[in-house]
């Protein structure tokens, strides 16, 4: 996946989050739960100044009402951009599907998908 291609939205801040992450899986490897990627994640982001919310919460519209559960992105960067951290083999398909709901409630353009538990980082950008 080239991730410099310039026709995706938002491809100068994708390509950079997942610069970020190549540096995160560069300095820990696999093998460690997803939460402390996480937190290595906010590590660098909050270190480059870039804006983002850490487990932000959306409510569920569900035809005229408000369902009485949340979802919560694991990042959401630059307000635009969800952010998914995986800590595991490979990237499954119910993951795909969740993202992409996640851009429907969010209204963000970019979701990313980013998996720390393979030998090299694994990522996948989802437009909506």
């Known amino acids: 996946m080239d991730i410099n291609n310039k026709n995706y939205p938002l491809s100068k801040e994708s390509s950079e989050i997942i610069g970020i992450a190549m ?3 560069r ?3 696999r093998g460690f739960s997803e939460i402390v990627y996480k937190d290595a994640m906010e590590y660098e982001i909050d270190k480059r100044n ?4 850490r487990e932000k919460e959306y409510l569920i519209k569900y035809k ?3 369902l009485a559960h949340k979802f919560y992105a694991d990042f959401v960067v630059f307000d635009s951009i969800i952010l998914e951290i995986k800590a595991q083999k490979g ?3 119910e993951q795909y599907a969740q993202v992409i709901n996640y851009l429907v409630a969010s209204k ?3 979701g990313l998908i980013l998996n720390f538990g393979e030998s090299s980082l694994i990522f996948r950008r989802i437009v909506f």
């Open 23 to 25: 540096e995160v899986h």
């Open 27 to 29: 300095c820990l490897g």
């Open 50 to 53: 870039i804006y983002y919310k």
């Open 64 to 66: 005229e009402i408000i």
């Open 91 to 93: 990237i499954a398909e």
């Open 108 to 110: 963000c353009q970019v």
